[in-house]
């Protein structure tokens, strides 16, 4: 399996030890964290960089595999990519780029569906772009999941932000 990544010079062994050389391995995750801390502020001068680095993020740490002692590094890389990313498509709607900040949105939300500030931001986007239709049914969406997941109506600041956007596309 080694030979198939081209790591099989980096596996030594002798009668009684095994060592893997990491030394020239590139891992993604860190590679992320590395840009992330780079990159305090995302705006016109570094978004083609903060696009390559969200293009990084391939997925939760170990993917399908959750292991239970590496829960708090997965939950931290996915706080640390939700963040970024949220800051990224601040920076696209503030250019006018609605497209791009949509289908990261929609990629965010696929995972993190009831997080509030994604939300928002994907509301503000379907309104950038005067898609009416799209923000009721992404409204709808929300309400329903949220209250299938936890019984529960939007907070008032998401219903009273949804109420805004559709008073103004009404203007």
Request: net charge negative.
């Amino acid at each position: 399996m080694l030979d198939t990544y081209g790591l099989k010079e980096s596996l030594h062994s002798d009668s009684n030890y095994y060592a893997l050389e990491l030394n020239h391995i590139d891992v993604d995750m860190l590679q992320f964290e590395e840009g992330y801390k780079q990159i305090a502020v995302v705006d016109d001068i570094h978004i083609e960089q903060a696009l390559a680095l969200e293009q990084l993020y391939a997925g939760d740490l170990f993917g399908d595999r959750a292991f239970h002692w590496a829960w708090s590094e997965v939950e931290r890389f996915r706080l640390m990519y939700t963040a970024f990313t949220q800051r990224l498509c601040r920076a696209l709607l503030n250019r006018g780029d609605t497209q791009t900040a949509i289908r990261l949105l929609t990629k965010l939300t696929a995972h993190y569906e009831l997080d509030e500030e994604t939300i928002k931001l994907f509301m503000k986007s379907l309104a950038l772009q005067n898609n009416k239709l799209a923000l009721m049914r992404q409204d709808l969406h929300y309400t329903e999941t949220l209250y299938q997941e936890l019984g529960i109506s939007p907070s008032p600041i998401v219903t009273g932000y949804y109420s805004q956007l559709l008073a103004e596309l009404d203007t």
